[in-house]
Each structure stands twice: as C-alpha cells, then as structure tokens.
C-alpha cells in the first residue's frame, strides 16, 4: 500500500511537473522579480517586444563557451540594438554554483562586457520552476503578444569548445530574425543542452 501511494506520489509530481511546462503558441507565464539593479520587473511590462529569456549560471562551462568567446554578448548587443529585450535570469540558489550577490552580478558582467537589459534574481528559483527550465543556457522567446515563440537550446553544438560556436546553427538568432521578419519560427522547440539548473 506504501508503494502504491508512493508511486502515485511520484506519477502525480511528474504529471504536474508536465503540465506546469509552457507550451509554444499559448501565452508565456508571467512574473515579477528584481534585477541586480533592484528595479522589479515584470513580463508584461514588455508587452509589445520581443523578450529573449536566458538562464544564466556563470560557473556553468556550457555557459562558459558563450561568454569567453563573446558570442552571447554579441547577440545581445544586436538584438537589443533590435528593441529586444533580454532578460538573463540567474535561478542558482544561495550556496549553489552560479549563485552570486547583485554586487559581484553586476561586477560579472561588466567584466564579461555583457549586454543584457537586464539580470534578474531568482535565487528562490521561481520563475526557472514556472518555465520548467532545467539547465543553462536554456532559451525562451516571447512574441509582443506575450506568445511563447520559442524554447530549448541556443545552438545545435552540444559542447563546451568556445570553437564550436563559428559552425553552429544558432536557434536564438534564427528564431528572432524570422519573427522579427513577420514569419513564423521555423524550429520553435529544440533539446537545451548545459548544466542542471541550482535550484
């Protein structure tokens, strides 16, 4: 009897778990939290943008090849250049890798000359939980709908060869350029790839 109810425990946990995952096409899951900065936000307040969610874990080596070879500062860059919003969101829990203070947040990507709108404190793992997020770097894309547009990696290169980015497709930058295009997102979902996310 124990065994039953603790298989239908783990069955429910699981069910619920695949339900709570946003699905493409159907409206992003809204939320509110503080960046290093100490400004709140909120999705909607983006409501007629394209939003770019990334979840962030600066000790993660998958994150690494994207950061110490610039290639995610540089799609930062453009796009917001492009009136994208983009949202880095660190769901690393206190005493978990990645997990940092605003102050040394802040000193990070000045450092790294990352060029985020902004860097947003999940350390209680909120919104990660709420997009079923599960490693970094993981990728979400809001259409100015507040639609899910996109979801998964941010390339097909399973590695963590900062060389690899140069032959690589990126799924990121070829979702924002078809919807930026008024066209529909060719690969909206992809398998991320990186390291479990701390909650």
């Known amino acids: 009897m ?44 983006f409501k007629g943008k394209f939003v770019v969610l990334e979840w ?4 993660c080596p998958f994150v690494k ?16 250049g492009r009136d994208v919003v983009w949202l880095s969101i660190v769901s690393s829990a206190p005493g978990k890798q990645g997990h940092m203070s605003a102050e040394d947040t802040n000193k990070t990507q000045a450092e790294k000359g990352a060029a985020p709108t902004a860097i947003l404190i999940d350390e209680n793992g909120t919104i990660g939980k709420l997009y079923d997020a599960k490693v970094t770097p993981e990728m979400f894309i809001v259409n100015p709908e507040g639609v899910l547009i996109y979801a998964g990696a941010i390339d097909d290169k399973k590695s963590t060869d900062p060389a690899d980015v140069k032959t690589s497709k990126n799924y990121v930058s ?26």
């Open 56 to 59: 962030l874990n600066h000790g």
């Open 2 to 45: 124990k065994k039953t109810i603790t298989s239908f425990l783990t069955f429910a946990a699981m069910a619920a778990s695949a339900l709570a995952a946003p699905q493409i096409g159907s409206p992003a899951p809204e939320f509110t939290a503080k960046d290093s900065n100490g400004q709140e936000h909120k999705l909607t307040d």
């Open 65 to 80: 090849k994207h950061y110490d070879g610039g290639n995610m500062q540089k799609l930062q860059k453009e796009y917001t």
């Open 174 to 199: 070829q979702a924002l350029n078809e919807a930026l295009g008024g066209n529909p997102v060719s690969e909206a979902t992809t398998s991320a790839y990186g390291c479990s996310v701390k909650y």
